[in-house]
């Protein structure tokens, strides 16, 4: 079994009586993408801090790239961060910014120039290297700041909101970057956002916390099966045949009521029946009455089992 | 791949390579120097051509212009000082740096040298001048190595001082505030009645302030021509002070450079 790249234990933090983070037990893997959700205020970037050693924990241990937390400068060397609006030296050029931290974690003039080259390259930016960082756009600058978290090839990256501020296009090419860290690097990452389709797209697996604690952790399907259970779906059918699939779905014991769609013919909403389960081959019930009372199915859509609606139900709870 | 590992106690020199980088290419330290030279200048054509100032014995003008370089060097490392860890904290960069695995010591002293070479930067203009004023007499060797060695303990103090009230302060603007007002008010006592400062209390004044007493030792080498050693006795608190406040800023700083700034928590 292979040692987990980050490992936390009942981690705590208070700020006097505020209580920023309670409890935080979690486990990440080498190459796999951690999402950490929550609401603002929730804890993820205390957490990121205290993980990387820039804030201490009130309690609790961990250990990140086999690092135990008691070895902070050890942990520093390890890992990658981009922390949450990070600031950049306007008058220093993009290459000469990696260049000085890349020396920073002992790499000689050459071999800092060197991965200084590489990492431009890697992050699309080996066309700006000379150009002042004051001249890059927000999205630049964004990866510029994923460049400088890999100046040390790090075992462990620590994403915090990574995209905000970025239009499609510079989301879409960040979120590359955070891919082919795990997949072609092998590091483990841990993604902070708000952006919940972003983790659905990125993420291996998902911490959601609210008030400092956590609330669930497993995959996105994991999540949204346990925190959210679908409620309802929408399906459609050719108009002549919505009596009969009314008909034959209430007489489901899976099914608690049909309604028809306004405005829309042949569209249906059906209400589940509660405390059914409707993973997988539950939820093909409705689907499967449907087709053996020869009713031809236009489109079938389970609604409330996106993590959004996970990750709403759950914070809305507590 | 292992992680690039730091020479043990080098790396203070990357971070002082850079913070000089930023100060002089990014042109904040030339923009000060060159205010200081058309200051220099000034002072150093009034009293040459001045007919209220150049009676001044030339004892006397090589000694104003070295106060004033002094009095000016010591500012601009202050500001400099002042803005080095609540600046970097007030423009996000902060803690790019405290997650690297340099220690916070480290990053105290690389950047508390850098500072200096404002100072640096200011006797060397000075030098020139001093020449041009002392021309003639034998005094220009020493005013320029005592000037060196008390401006520069000189600098010291006030730029630790600078790095101390940067690590502590909640912003910018009350760091560079509160770096203005210390200096201000440690030249306060240079505005008393010549009379006031010849009491002992006076003189005590003066002997322990460290600003006063450096630039009342050099006054009495230049101007009075009294020998390099007769007054070493008012280089006590300059040196005290240095050592004692560049210890404080690399200790406190290693121990309270944060990403807030203030007191508290």
Not at chain 2, 207 to 231: C, F, M, Q
Request: proline share 4%.
């Amino acid at each position: 079994m292979t040692t987990p790249a980050v490992e936390a234990h009942g981690v705590g933090k208070r700020y006097g009586s505020l209580v920023a983070l309670a409890d935080l037990t979690f486990a990440v893997q080498p190459g796999e993408v951690l999402g950490v959700l929550g609401p603002n205020g929730a804890g993820k970037t205390t957490a990121i801090r205290v993980l990387t050693t820039i804030l201490p924990a009130g309690s609790g241990s961990f250990s990140v790239a086999g690092v135990p937390h008691t070895r902070p400068t050890d942990i520093r060397r390890r890992i990658g961060v981009l922390p949450e609006s990070a600031g950049y030296p306007d008058r220093q050029q993009g290459q000469e910014y990696l260049r000085y931290h890349a020396r920073l974690y002992g790499h000689s003039r050459a071999s800092a120039r060197a991965v200084a080259r590489t990492l431009l390259e890697e992050v699309g930016l080996a066309d700006r290297a000379g150009s002042l960082i004051s001249t890059y756009s927000r999205g630049m600058r964004q990866r510029l700041g994923i460049a400088r978290a890999l100046v040390n090839d790090p075992g462990v990256v620590f994403l915090d909101e990574p995209t905000l501020g970025l239009d499609p296009a510079g989301q879409r090419q960040v979120l590359g970057n955070v891919r082919r860290i795990a997949s072609e690097r092998g590091a483990a990452v841990l993604l902070c956002t708000h952006l919940l389709a972003e983790v659905e797209e990125n993420c291996s697996r998902v911490l959601i916390l609210n008030h400092g604690r956590v609330l669930a952790e497993g995959t996105v399907a994991e999540i949204t099966r346990r925190a959210a259970a679908p409620r309802s779906g929408r399906l459609h059918v050719a108009p002549e045949h919505v009596e009969r699939a009314t008909t034959v779905l209430v007489g489901s014991r899976a099914v608690e009521d049909v309604q028809r769609t306004d405005g829309r013919p042949g569209a249906l909403t059906v209400v589940f029946a509660s405390g059914v389960n409707l993973d997988g081959a539950s939820m093909n019930e409705a689907v499967r009455i449907l087709v053996e009372a020869n009713v031809p199915l236009v489109s079938f859509e389970l609604e409330g089992a996106r993590l959004s609606d996970a990750f709403l139900a759950m914070t809305e709870v507590v | 791949m292992t992680p690039a590992r730091p020479r043990k106690g080098t790396s203070w020199a990357v971070v002082f390579g850079q913070e000089l980088r930023d100060l002089w290419m990014g042109g904040r330290g030339l923009v000060l120097s060159f205010a200081f030279s058309c200051l220099l200048s000034v002072i150093a054509f009034l009293v040459a051509t001045n007919k209220a100032l150049n009676f001044l014995e030339q004892r006397e003008a090589v000694n104003l212009t070295l106060q004033v370089a002094i009095a000016v060097g010591t500012l601009l490392a202050l500001l400099a000082a002042a803005d080095a860890v609540s600046g970097e904290r007030e423009r996000g960069t902060l803690e790019s740096l405290l997650l690297t695995p340099v220690s916070r010591f480290e990053i105290t002293v690389g950047k508390l040298l850098a500072t200096l070479s404002l100072w640096f930067a200011a006797f060397i203009i000075t030098v020139p001048y001093a020449w041009f004023l002392g021309r003639g007499i034998s005094i220009v060797g020493e005013t320029i190595l005592i000037g060196l060695v008390v401006g520069t303990v000189l600098a010291i103090f006030v730029a630790s001082l600078g790095i101390l009230i940067s690590v502590f302060a909640a912003s910018n603007r009350v760091s560079l505030s509160l770096g203005l007002f210390a200096l201000l008010a440690l030249y306060t006592p240079t505005q008393l009645p010549s009379s006031a400062q010849k009491g002992w209390a006076g003189e005590l004044l003066l002997r322990v302030n460290p600003l006063t007493a450096g630039e009342h030792y050099v006054g009495k080498v230049i101007a009075s021509s009294h020998s390099w050693s007769e007054d070493l006795a008012w280089l006590i608190s300059p040196f005290v002070a240095a050592v004692v406040f560049a210890a404080a800023a690399s200790i406190l700083g290693a121990r309270f450079i944060r990403l807030r700034g203030g007191v508290a928590g």
